[in-house]
Every structure is written in C-alpha cells, then in structure tokens.
C-alpha cells in the first residue's frame, strides 16, 4: 500500500496502530514513514553515526513487523518507539563493548596501536599454517625454511 506525505500528516497513532492490527504489512509501512526520520535522529544522538542509527532503526521496524507489539495506550506510539529504540541502542553498546573485550583477549585487537582486526587475524592464521607446514617437514627441510 502506497501512502503520500499528505496523509502520513494526517494519521494518527491510534489509525496506524488500528491498522497494524488488520493489515500488519500495510500498518508497519505507515509507521516507517511515519517516524523513521524522527528515530533515526534520535538514534543518532545515542550512537554519532548516521549507518548505525539507521540500521538499528530498521532492525526495531523488522522486529515490531515479525513478533508485533501490544499497546495500552493508543495514543502514545512515539514515546514507545523511543523506548524500544533505546533499548536496542542500550544492546548495541553492550555488545560492542563485550566485542571488544572478546577480541582485547584474543590479541586480535589493540587500540593502542590501531591495528586492523583483520590483518591482525590473518597474520597469526599464516604463522599457525607456517608452523603446521614445518613440523611436517623432515628435520633438514626445516633447517633451510
């Protein structure tokens, strides 16, 4: 269903919701063209990059698509879009943080150095190939490599 920016002004949060009850695709449309902009911005004020806000933003709209959500108050959808969008921002920090400690311990990551995490990775993958290919070796193939 296709809605212009004339009656996306004009609904209410009480029609959007009503309408996610009948017709979930067509409510969940409404809703994204609704408030995606207004959350993105306010995303982007918890995590200072535009992508991630964004992607987090989609990612609420998908699951409200798939699981739904119940409302008590019809009347009140911005307040809990923001919620759950924080929550999500909340999770999103969490993890990063458990991410970068997981990766500190593995030495595969220093912030002192900067180093890429991929090169990092990849070097000590070459090392363990080289080592697994020299303890086949006969003992003076290995002397020479």
Known sequence: MHFTAAVVK???DESIIDLIYTDRSAGISLLFKTYYKA???????????MNTASE?????????YCKGFQLRNKKSLLPYLQQS?????FNYHRNNKLRSRHMQSLGLFSAEDGEDVNSRFA??????LLNRSLAGMSNKCSMVF
């Open 56 to 64: 987090i933003v989609q990612e609420l709209y998908v699951s409200l």
């Open 10 to 12: 004009q609904v209410s």
């Open 123 to 128: 070097c000590k993958e070459m090392k363990l």
């Open 39 to 49: 959350l993105v911005k306010f995303a982007d004020g918890y995590v200072s990059d």
């Open 85 to 89: 969008l924080r929550n999500r921002i």
